[in-house]
């Protein structure tokens, strides 16, 4: 049972437009969002967060928007660069941090140029 | 100021063997957090050490087991590997803040095929 849902594998991208991946969660417990961003042979590196009580967090091309009352979140990149092309994860964390965050399967995403 | 390092990158075992893998923190941080990441899939977590105790676990068997030492470093042991176990394993560290974990700064992985 998913408890993190991206349902796009991939998605391709100009560059210098906006790129939105997308997010769902069942959970109602989570109250803390993250995204990652993994190349190639390393490990996920944070990029942005949200918690519960807000409904956006900008942070320089990044933004995250957070609907609580339908489960979803979404990250957007303006503009796209050749350098955002990599595997992005959303993971979402219930309180406490002692259970982990969960992560969805990720979305591939390819800025063309 | 190091970041997170595993080792080793990569490691192949047969089925029924003992493995284990190795964690090396950032500097400061007192938590750490392995996650397995099989193929097309997130990682998905299997344990937390805060302070030398485990103090959270996901849905994987007791064969999972882990430490993690005095200067915060940390091994997942594997007992009897199945076929399943191939994966990507990731080592997170982070700083526990008033009983949230802050961002999880993630090693590069150890690789593991099980034949």
């Known amino acids: 049972d998913q408890q993190v849902k991206q349902n796009s594998p991939s998605l391709s991208v100009q560059e210098g437009r906006i790129s939105i991946l997308n997010c769902d969660y069942t959970n109602s417990m989570f109250d803390y969002f993250l995204w990652y961003k993994k190349y190639p042979a390393e490990g996920p590196t944070f990029l942005i967060s949200i918690s519960s009580i807000k409904d956006k967090n900008e942070d320089g091309r990044f933004t995250v928007f957070l609907n609580k009352s339908a489960k979803h979140l979404s990250l957007h990149i303006v503009p796209s660069q050749p350098g955002d092309s990599a595997v992005y994860f959303c993971a979402s964390e219930g309180g406490g941090g002692a259970d982990g965050l969960t992560f969805g399967k990720g979305t591939h995403l390819i800025i063309q140029p | 100021e190091t970041g997170v390092t595993q080792s080793p990158t990569h490691l192949i075992k047969t089925r029924g063997q003992q493995v284990t893998l190795r964690c090396s923190s950032q500097s400061g941080h007192n938590t750490v957090s392995w996650y397995q990441q099989a193929l097309g899939q997130g990682p998905q977590f299997i344990f937390q050490y805060y302070r030398e105790e485990e103090n959270g676990r996901g849905n994987f068997p007791p064969r999972f087991s882990g430490l993690q030492f005095p200067n915060y470093s940390s091994e997942l042991n594997v007992n009897a590997l199945e076929l399943d176990d191939s994966a990507l394993y990731l080592c997170?560290?982070?700083?526990?803040?008033?009983?949230?974990?802050?961002?999880?700064?993630f090693g590069p992985g150890t690789r593991l095929t099980v034949l």
């Open positions: 997170a560290s982070s700083l526990e803040v008033r009983g949230r974990i802050d961002e999880q700064f």
